[in-house]
């Protein structure tokens, strides 16, 4: 499967943004999509991810309540919407795809296929 990221940019503080995982090759069933985020001069954390199947979905703290990963079965899309975004929401963010169990989802070695990075900037 190949990933591909859109839906990046720049906006306000407090705005929201729409970020796409589209995959190409395969459907995303049997897997787990997940975005992860790095910011400059800093790791990359995990953000958010669901299951194809079942829908469970997981966050990171920094964003819960703020952010809801979702995905669109007929476009074989994982999207995240993101709202209340805060300057330091500001990173470039990578959607993967993997089939870690639930204890994993938020490990980035537990995905396998990575998209290119979507650069979102939030301005103060």
């Known amino acids: 499967v190949q990933l591909q990221a859109s839906g990046g940019g720049l906006v306000q503080a407090g705005g929201s943004l729409r970020l796409s995982c589209t995959a190409s090759g395969r459907p995303f069933s049997g897997y787990t999509t997940g975005w992860f985020r790095q910011a400059p001069g800093k790791e990359r954390e995990f953000v958010a991810a669901?299951?194809?199947?079942?829908?469970?979905?997981y966050y990171g703290d920094s964003v819960k309540g703020r952010f809801t990963i979702s995905r669109n079965y007929a476009k074989n899309t994982v999207h995240l919407q993101m709202n209340s975004l805060k300057p330091e929401d500001t990173a470039v963010y990578y959607c993967?795809?993997?089939?870690?169990?639930?204890?994993?989802?938020?490990?980035?070695?537990?995905?396998?296929?990575w998209g290119q990075g979507s650069e979102v900037t939030v301005s103060s």
């Open positions: 669901i299951r194809w199947s079942g829908g469970n979905t």
């Open positions: 993967a795809a993997g089939t870690p169990i639930a204890s994993t989802s938020r490990l980035q070695g537990a995905y396998g296929t």
